[in-house]
């Protein structure tokens, strides 16, 4: 018996209520409901197959599991077959830019926009597209309406606290910094303990942790000595990489890997909220010397001594982060510009990865276990050539000179416009004039490489 298909005037009358399953399906994802939604989007799809509103609902499902690629496929094909609505874009949209299909997100932002020109997700989505493409004053303007629209909006708050401290505006970037607790994925820990509001409690435990990368836990680490110079017995928890490089840190209280128990304490403090509680601003000293230095054990450092020792100069160049999972378009160069930096006839120059057929070159990167073996490598070195990785922060941090090469959409602690930095002397900072392209930096280095 053959499959009978369904009179066309009985799907004409589904058709209402299968576009309110649609929708009921819209707002289970949006409370959380994902499993509800999922079931509601399915059903629709066995009563009719290929729905374009069921399909959008399961890409956004996808996009909400982080499965971003899948999302993809459903959203487009929805869109492709017909459906039409702002949550599609504003998903289709926070992908594409999480993808860094930038140009791509912007267009979902735009087209679910003038469909809904009130949504504040979709208005903070394009601030966050925008400031992918280094177009901060636009992406400000969005931040900003997203927060006219929803003003306890995390994601806006977060953003501007951003924009801010690119800026250099530290007393509201620090605020809204803190907006980052409220971010889906980003909680608070819970230790039973309060937390340290900023003040001296001479005597009294604190624990400070990390809840941000490896590179901001070496940036932030320069305020723990002014919060044990409040009169607090400081206990450190760090990224279990890091703990070397922190032993000789004798004022310290106690100092453990992420992974290990923890200490009696009595208040508590993010890492990377110390300078809000420390009433960092812009006048405020942040640099007063290099505060990391080589640990005593550096597993590789025989044979990272007989590749470096050389006459003539040292150069280091980190062209992108060797311990990274794969390459980032933000910090990483283009391996056939890297190859053309020439440290010059007195110089030798020494790569953290492998650059293939470079001329003159030490590839170090079978040394390199850790950032133990990395500091050590670092002090050796007359001068380090880097993109924005955690090892040109361990530079910067052990006062090596940094020659540092920035992409447009660079992070907000290189500020605007500036050569120079606040949060390390010896860094000298050389910017993409055009976005993307990494011509200039790689010739401003070469140019100053061969003064």
Known sequence: MGHAQPPKGRRQERAPALAGM?????????????????TLAR????????????????????????DLQTGLVHLKEALAAGHRSAAAYRYLGYALSRLGEVEGALD????????????????????????????????R?????????????????????????????????????????????????SLGRGLWGGTPLPGKHLLVYPDQRVEDTLMFARFLRPVADLGLAVHLVVQPELKDLFHPWSFLASLRAAEESLPEFDVHASLASLPRLLKVRRETPV????????????????????????????????????FAQGPDPFRSLPPEGARHLDPGAAGTLFTFSPLGSAQNTVDLQDCLGGLADLAHALSRLDLLVSVDAPAAHLAGAMGIPTLLLLHQNSDW??????????????????RQARYGDWNGPLAA?????RE
Not at 22 to 38: C, D, F, P, T, Y
Not at 157 to 182: I, M, S, T, V
């Open 141 to 189: 303007g969005w931040a900003l309406r997203a927060l006219e629209l929803q003003p306890e909006s995390a994601h806006a708050r977060f953003n501007l606290g951003l924009l801010d401290l690119q800026k250099e505006d530290f007393e509201a970037g620090w605020e809204g910094y803190e907006a980052r607790w409220e971010l889906p994925g980003h909680r608070r820990p």
């Open 22 to 38: 649609v929708q009921a399906a819209v707002r289970m994802v949006e409370q959380g409901n994902w499993s509800h939604a999922e």
């Open 108 to 139: 979902a932002c735009r087209r679910g926009l003038e469909m809904d020109p009130r949504d504040p997700a979709l208005a903070n989505n394009m601030a966050s597209a925008l400031m992918s493409k280094a177009r901060w004053e636009e992406a």
């Open 413 to 430: 602690r290189w500020g605007l416009g500036r050569e120079d930095s606040p949060w390390y002397p010896g860094h000298r900072l050389l």
């Open 445 to 449: 280095a070469g140019s100053l490489l």
């Open 287 to 322: 640099w007063k010397g290099p505060y990391f230095s080589v640990p005593l054990l550096v597993p590789h450092r025989a044979e990272l001594d007989r590749r470096l020792e050389v006459e003539g100069r040292r150069i280091g160049l980190l062209w992108r982060d060797p």
């Open 43 to 66: 059903q629709a799809l066995r009563e009719a197959p290929g729905h374009p509103g069921a399909v959008a609902v399961l890409g956004i499902l996808a996009v909400e599991r982080e």
